[in-house]
């Protein structure tokens, strides 16, 4: 059983910061793609950032310049650390990661249960 656990949330005011942190546990052989994805009421989850097992990341244009992303390969783990947040950047976080349970075939897809965001004005 595979598990992904997020932390790092809460509430913070306009111009601040936090680090969200996501670690996958379990029968894990090795990590591709993780990143994290964020979602509000009633709108569609959407992409925040990405980054590959080699490093290579991606943001979306609205957390460009504020938000990073980084990795732990050793600790299985995945941060997201945001700063310059705004009242718009409010939502529940959901970390996500392909995952390889075996030395074959391909990797698996998974979502943590989410941790929520709140940037007051």
């Known amino acids: 059983q595979v598990q992904l656990v997020e932390s790092g949330g809460g509430l913070v005011q306009a111009g601040g910061s936090l680090r969200l942190s996501c670690a996958a546990s379990?029968?894990?052989?090795?990590?591709?793609?993780m990143g994290w994805y964020r979602q509000t009421p009633g709108k569609q989850r959407e992409f925040v950032a990405t980054i590959t097992s080699s490093g290579t990341t991606n943001f979306a244009d609205s957390v460009k310049g504020r938000f990073t992303i980084s990795r732990d390969n050793a600790k299985n783990t995945v941060y997201l650390q945001m700063n310059s947040l705004k009242p718009e950047d409010t939502g529940v976080y959901y970390c996500?990661?392909?995952?390889?349970?075996?030395?074959?075939?391909?990797?698996?897809?998974?979502w943590g249960q989410g941790t929520q965001v709140t940037v007051s004005s």
């Open positions: 996500n990661a392909d995952i390889h349970l075996s030395w074959f075939g391909g990797a698996d897809n998974y």
């Open positions: 379990g029968t894990i052989v090795s990590l591709d793609t």
